[in-house]
Nanobody, 127 residues
Framework: QVQLVESGGGFVQAGGSLRLSCAASGRTFSSYVMGWFRQAPGKEREFVAQINWSGLSTYYADSVKGRFTISRDNAKNTVSLQMNSLKPEDTAVYYC????????????????????WGQGTQVTVSS
């Protein structure tokens, strides 16, 4: 049974930083593309960042490019999202997600392309 557990959310002022982490269990973590999505109140869930199975390839939404960094530690079965220069519009529940199929080298920007999800962690950025 695949489990994803996020941590690290919180309240921060604009311009501040937060680091989200996601701990994975239940299968060979290093074989799967991992992603971060977010959902603000009244809005659809949107893609934030993706990292491929080896950690050598990443993708970012234009809205976070240059401010957020996704990384993974396959030895610890964790994926992280370092968020810098936070803006009020970054306020959302952030979700960690894992692909259902191993490997893959494409961009998987749709929420339907991920099979497993964490419970989410709230990030609130005040102006």
């Amino acid at each position: 049974q695949v489990q994803l557990v996020e941590s690290g959310g919180g309240f921060v002022q604009a311009g501040g930083s937060l680091r989200l982490s996601c701990a994975a269990s239940g299968r060979t973590f290093s074989s799967y593309v991992m992603g971060w999505f977010r959902q603000a109140p009244g809005k659809e869930r949107e893609f934030v960042a993706q990292i491929n199975w080896s950690g050598l390839s990443t993708y970012y939404a234009d809205s976070v490019k240059g401010r957020f960094t996704i990384s993974r530690d396959n030895a610890k079965n964790t994926v992280s999202l370092q968020m810098n220069s936070l803006k009020p519009e970054d306020t959302a529940v952030y979700y960690c997600a894992s692909r259902g199929e191993p490997f893959g080298s494409s961009w998987y920007g749709g929420s339907g392309e991920y099979a497993y999800w964490g419970q989410g962690t709230q990030v609130t950025v005040s102006s």
